[in-house]
């Protein structure tokens, strides 16, 4: 279709979103659009003025705001916040431990099933479609598995929803591996972060058995911090990252607050925990509250020195970036290694 075309589509659609807002069928053909073209192509149009206006002048719905907003900027790389849209999903992330940690496992279900349902449509190709399969379906079944596989008490408020934030800057088809990737980690981060913070406040107030429910589920969701970049080493291309790296170079998830305040967190939790003035009565789940805590740290160096070896098998040696984070870990291959014994072995007994 000509860029003419698309644009005449584009303009038609935004009328009607200016008429209805709220109605989220005016607004998916729009995404579909862009999920095809990549928002970088609406740049300098009447579409991004349209948008902006809508924005300004009308209340639409939380996910409908979040593609006018993408519209209205496009041809500015946006800040990663706004690139990957979790925020729209902030209400999974509070609550007991319990239902925070379902609510992730429920959420991280829904966005692996759409990339595997795009890659059996074609929306793009795995670099290593027989291995993207066994990582995806082996994803799959541990989120399923985390969410007791029953909705949890926060649901979607449509499909709609999770389309809303697949909006890629280019057209590239590796860029919707890498943004539901970013979308998972992001959302696992951010309660990973939430439960920390509630750890160190019960502890603080010297509340162990508290403080212990929170780290209890800090370490069940940590222990799946790790996978999605195993959905990225089977489903994006090296090729594909290469074309795609330019359109989002401003949007580096070194943005991202969560993995580095998490680390810092723990650390804060550790400190606390040795503090002498817990009771004595206390002593037992203090040390649970240590081994656990132990847990989670690893895994959370585990997912650095992966995404050292995505970085290294993406961008090769010799970027700012990339040599900068090098400097910081080389271990992550040897994980990747281990993990893929652990995946043939867990293919052979299924
Ligand atoms: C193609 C895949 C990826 C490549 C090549 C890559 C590369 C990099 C590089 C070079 C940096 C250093 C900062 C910079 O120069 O921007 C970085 C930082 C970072 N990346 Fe990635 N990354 C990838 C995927 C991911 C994913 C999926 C996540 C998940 C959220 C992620 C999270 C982070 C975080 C949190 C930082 C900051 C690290 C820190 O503070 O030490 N990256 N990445």
């Given at each position: 279709m000509s860029d003419e075309a698309i644009d005449r589509d584009i303009s038609r659609i935004m009328r009607k979103v200016a008429a209805d807002p709220n109605d989220e069928a005016m607004c998916e053909p729009l995404v579909d659009l862009i999920i095809e073209g990549g928002v970088h192509k609406l740049h300098s149009t009447a579409n991004c003025l349209q948008a902006a206006e809508i924005l300004s002048n009308r209340h639409p719905l939380p996910a409908i705001r979040h593609v006018l907003l993408r519209v209205s900027i496009a041809g500015e790389q946006p800040p990663y916040d706004i690139y990957t849209g979790v925020k729209l999903f902030r209400r999974f992330l509070s609550g007991h431990p319990r239902e925070v940690y379902r609510n992730t496992a429920y959420l991280m279900r829904l966005l692996s099933e759409d990339l595997i349902e795009r890659a059996h449509a074609q929306h793009f190709v795995p670099c290593d479609s027989e291995r993207f399969a066994l990582a995806a379906k082996d994803f799959w079944r541990r989120c399923a598995e985390a969410s007791c596989s029953a909705a949890p008490h926060v649901l979607l408020r449509s499909n709609f929803e999770l389309k809303a934030i697949l909006l890629p800057e280019s057209s590239i088809r590796g860029e919707i591996v890498f943004m539901r990737v970013l979308q998972m980690q992001d959302v696992t981060f951010a309660a990973a972060l939430g439960m920390a913070k509630a750890a160190n406040r019960w502890i603080r107030f010297s509340e162990a058995s508290s403080a212990l429910t929170y780290i209890d589920f800090l370490e069940r969701t940590s222990s799946h911090f790790a996978a999605p970049l195993r959905l990225l080493l089977r489903g994006l291309g090296t090729g594909d990252w290469r074309a795609l790296r330019d359109f989002i170079e401003?949007?580096?998830?070194?943005?991202?607050?969560h993995p580095g305040e998490l680390s810092m967190s723990l650390k804060q939790i550790e400190r606390y925990l040795t503090h002498k003035r817990w009771q004595s009565r206390d002593s037992a789940t203090v040390e649970l509250c240590k081994q656990k805590l132990e847990r989670a740290a690893k895994n959370l160096e585990a997912w650095t020195k992966a995404h050292t070896a995505i970085a290294l098998h993406f961008n090769g040696r010799g970027l700012p970036g990339t040599d900068w984070m090098e400097e910081q870990t080389l271990a992550g291959t040897a994980l990747f290694q281990r993990q893929d014994a652990e995946l043939d072995h867990y293919s052979d007994t299924q």
């Open positions: 401003y949007p580096s998830a070194i943005q991202s607050p």
